[in-house]
């Protein structure tokens, strides 16, 4: 016999699986001994008061031989013989658009512009410890995306938009912890995403699929308004290649303006959208335990034997626009996630244990287009142009390196520059730097605002303890590919299937891959 219980329990008692099954035991109403197995399905953390509750739904198994372990493996077809399909791009969006194709009887070829997840390492050091960065390979383009060495988050509110279980599936069939399964926010961290992306790449070439990486993407080849192929310069050898295929998935991320350029110059149909700019703010995460966990720093040891380092999510309206929270990265690392040089880009990860001594946060504000009036005269690539004169003005306040400006948190609210930093995980370094006047005052003013209201909801967050470092801009992509929503095709390019976070249809690794596996599924 299987009984479900939903359960509210004192995070002591969910973390002993004696007292938990004691527990299940009395609320059954059966001995222990008869209790053969307890299967967790759900998991999350109440913590909006003093009296911190887990809640667990699990399936408990009476007088039953235990189950054995679900197998999550897929058996992919042979698809070396199959129609080729193109996909640009090996991130959350390509890959889990590959992976369909297989399934659907078709055979994917990436087109990757970075290296594989392995090489992309040497490029982070680089930018680490000697402040270079190379255009191809970085946090954001190689194998996995951005998403691979930029914290493995798998939450999403795409609840509607397709099979969230089914990548979750998929990443546990490829490594990942069966726990990301059960947990409300799912993590896999940055120290073991790339295991399993190279996990995906082996199945994909196990298939019949091809990937090819350091091949840049720089035309299409178009003839009577459909897709006939690529054109790419392979990077390691200087070769331009063709690449054809009457299919062409277009998943490069938000941060490959040179794609938005390209078709813009091939009057290929883009349009500008919405997209948020702001600060990475980081606070020592005892803190942030000791506020979201309602007890003295003395006391946050003791608390996270039995929670994880705690999270935050703000969102305060500010003179007409949204100030939020974005990407929070308990226990974790800002990353310079620039693209090119002469430019700074901050980002956060943690790694899976979250046990890092810093807790950072995006704090952003939603730009609308109306708000671009000084680059009107840019089209489509308004707010691509913001984005870099933001990036530019971080990079020359920072000193023309990858030493990011900064300020103390209250300092920022209160207008004074800060005479002193506090240590921050930020590798490349920080420096001082007014960043309330060199912000646009349509970011910094409601930066400011919202910053007073987060400290009112959550007391002792407004700390000079904290440090804001700049900036934030790669939340979204600043522009939309537009495409057809019957056939996921592009309104004047037959074939062509703009795909994923960079075309303006996701937010995160969950929702790319559902837009890959969509695009995938509308190829016959």
């Not at 402040?131 to 951005?146: I, K, R, T, W």
């Not at 199945?203 to 009577?224: A, M, P």
């Not at 693209?339 to 990860?349: D, H, L, R, S």
């Not at 522009?479 to 960079?502: A, D, M, V």
Request: aromatic residues 6%.
């Amino acid at each position: 016999m299987k009984k479900q219980l939903n359960l509210v329990l004192s995070p002591e008692k969910a973390s002993d699986s004696e007292v938990l099954k004691q527990i299940i035991a009395i609320e059954l109403g059966v001995h222990l001994s008869e209790i053969t197995f307890i299967q967790i399905l759900k998991r999350s953390i109440d913590a909006r008061s003093m009296n911190i509750k887990v809640n667990l739904k699990v399936d408990v198994y009476i007088n039953e031989i235990i189950p054995s372990p679900k197998s999550y493996k897929i058996n992919y077809p042979d698809v070396s013989n199959k129609k080729p399909v193109l996909i640009i791009g090996a991130g959350p969006a390509g890959l889990f658009a590959a992976l369909q194709l297989i399934e659907n009887g078709i055979k994917p070829i990436i087109i990757e512009r970075g290296k594989d997840v392995k090489s992309r390492r040497r490029d982070l050091v680089s930018i680490h410890r000697a402040h270079l960065v190379n255009s191809h390979s970085n946090y954001c383009f190689g194998e996995g995306g951005a998403g691979t060495f930029s914290d493995g988050k798998l939450y999403t509110r795409s609840t509607k938009r397709g099979d969230i279980n089914k990548i979750l599936e998929t990443f546990v069939a490829h490594g990942a912890d069966s726990n990301i399964l059960i947990d409300a926010h799912p993590h896999i961290g940055t120290n073991k995403l790339p295991k399993i992306i190279e996990a995906m790449r082996q199945t994909i070439i196990d298939s019949g699929g091809e990937v090819h990486f350091n091949n840049h993407l720089i035309d299409f080849i178009i003839k009577n308004n459909s897709i006939q192929g690529i054109i790419c310069n392979q990077l390691e050898t200087g070769i331009t290649v063709e690449y054809i295929a009457d299919a062409v998935i277009l998943a490069t991320g938000h941060s490959a303006r040179d794609i938005f350029e390209l078709l813009h110059s091939k009057k290929i149909l883009i349009e500008g959208k919405t997209f948020a700019m702001g600060v990475r703010v980081e606070h020592p995460q005892a803190l942030i335990d000791s506020l979201q966990y309602h007890c003295n720093i003395a006391a946050v040891e003791k608390k996270r034997e039995y929670l994880p380092a705690a999270s935050y999510s703000m969102v305060h309206q500010a003179l007409g626009r949204g100030v939020y929270s974005f990407c929070m990265c308990p226990g974790g690392i800002i990353a310079p996630c620039a693209t090119a040089p002469g430019e700074i880009v901050t980002n956060g990860w943690s790694p899976s244990k979250r046990d890092n001594p810093y807790a950072n946060s995006g704090i952003v504000v939603t730009t609308e287009l109306i708000d671009l009036k000084d680059y009107e005269q840019e089209g489509p690539l308004a707010g691509l142009r913001y984005q870099q004169a933001l990036e530019k003005m971080a990079w020359q306040a920072g000193g023309e390196t990858q030493t990011a400006p900064a300020q103390r948190l209250l300092d920022f609210v209160n207008n004074k520059l800060s005479p002193t930093l506090p240590k921050v995980s930020y590798q490349p370094g920080i420096l001082s730097a007014p960043l309330h006047t060199l912000l646009p005052e349509a970011i910094g003013k409601r930066l400011q605002i919202g910053f007073h209201e987060f400290g009112k909801k959550m007391r002792g967050y407004l700390s000079n303890d904290a440090v804001i470092v700049g900036v934030e801009s790669r939340t979204s992509s600043p522009i939309r590919i537009p495409r057809i929503n019957e056939t996921l095709q592009h309104p004047q390019i037959k074939g062509l299937f703009p795909c994923g976070e960079g075309a303006g249809y996701a937010g995160g690794i969950v929702s790319a891959a559902i837009d890959g596996q969509k695009c995938a599924n509308a190829i016959n």
